[in-house]
C-alpha cells in the first residue's frame, strides 16, 4: 500500500498570505496525485487532479505541482473561504490512498 | 445534474450487516469507475472499494476484504455496498463517489456506526 504523508499537519496564515502543502508519497505514483478541500460538515471538494489539473470551477489561486513520490498544493493568497482542510489522494496503485491531511487554519 | 444518493446507513451490532446503496442521476453512470469512501467521526478520509465501469474488476483496502462487496446495477445506475461483519471500526460516514480522475462528485454521506 502507497503511504501519503502530507506536511505540515496543520498551517497557520493569514488571509491573503501563500499556503504552500507537501505530499510525499512512500513510492512513485507517477502524476496520479489528486487534492481536495474539505470543510466541516460536507463532503470533500476536488481541486486538482493528475497533480497539476485544476478541477472545472476551481479559482486559480489553487494550483498543484510534483511528479513521482513529490508533490505541492499552492494557494498563492488565502482567501477567508480556504480555510479547511486539505486532502492528497494517489489512484496510482490499489488501494487507493489518501494522506491524513493538512489543515489550514487562520492565524 | 450530477447526483448521488445514498442510503441504508444504520446503527448496527458488531457482527452484523448492513447494505449501503446510491442512487445516480445526470450522468452516464455505465461510463464511470465507481466507488465508496468513507471518514470515520473527526477522522481523516479512507477509500473502501472501487468498481470498474462495467463491474468486472472490483478493489478494496486490505481492511474489508472478504467482508465488504461493492457492486453496480448500470440499468438502474445504482451502487451498492453489502457490509458483512461489521466492526467498530467500520463506525463512519460512507460516501459515494464517482471516480473518473480523482473523486469529482461525491454524495452527502451516510452514516454507519457500530455498536452494541
Known amino acids: 500500500e502507497i503511504v501519503l504523508t502530507q506536511s505540515p499537519a496543520t498551517l497557520s496564515l493569514s488571509p491573503g498570505e501563500r499556503a504552500t502543502l507537501s505530499c510525499r508519497a512512500s513510492?512513485?505514483?507517477?502524476?496520479?496525485l489528486a487534492w481536495y478541500q474539505q470543510k466541516p460538515g460536507q463532503a470533500p471538494r476536488l481541486l486538482i487532479y493528475d497533480a497539476s489539473n485544476r478541477e472545472t470551477g476551481i479559482p486559480a489561486r489553487f494550483s498543484g505541482s510534483g511528479s513521482g513520490t513529490d508533490f505541492t498544493l499552492t494557494i498563492s493568497s488565502l482567501e477567508p473561504e480556504d480555510f479547511a482542510v486539505y486532502y492528497c489522494q494517489q489512484r496510482s496503485n490499489w488501494p487507493w490512498t489518501f494522506g491524513q491531511g493538512t489543515r489550514v487554519e487562520i492565524k | 445534474e450530477v447526483q448521488l444518493v445514498e442510503s441504508g446507513g444504520a446503527l448496527v451490532q458488531p457482527g452484523g450487516s448492513l447494505r449501503l446503496s446510491c442512487a445516480a442521476s445526470?450522468?452516464?453512470?455505465?461510463?464511470?469507475?465507481m466507488g465508496w469512501v468513507r471518514q470515520a467521526p473527526g477522522k481523516g478520509l479512507e477509500w473502501v472499494a472501487t468498481i470498474k465501469p462495467d463491474g468486472s474488476n472490483e478493489y478494496y483496502v486490505d481492511s474489508v476484504k472478504g467482508r465488504f462487496t461493492i457492486s453496480r446495477d448500470n440499468a438502474k445506475s445504482s451502487l451498492h455496498l453489502q457490509m458483512n461483519g461489521l466492526r467498530a471500526g467500520d463506525t463512519a460516514v460512507y460516501y459515494c463517489?464517482?471516480?473518473?480522475?480523482?473523486?469529482?462528485?461525491w454524495g452527502q454521506g451516510t452514516l454507519v456506526t457500530v455498536s452494541s
Open positions: 445526470g450522468f452516464t453512470f455505465s461510463a464511470d469507475w
Open positions: 513510492q512513485s505514483v507517477s502524476a496520479y
Open positions: 463517489a464517482r471516480c473518473p480522475r480523482g473523486v469529482d462528485y
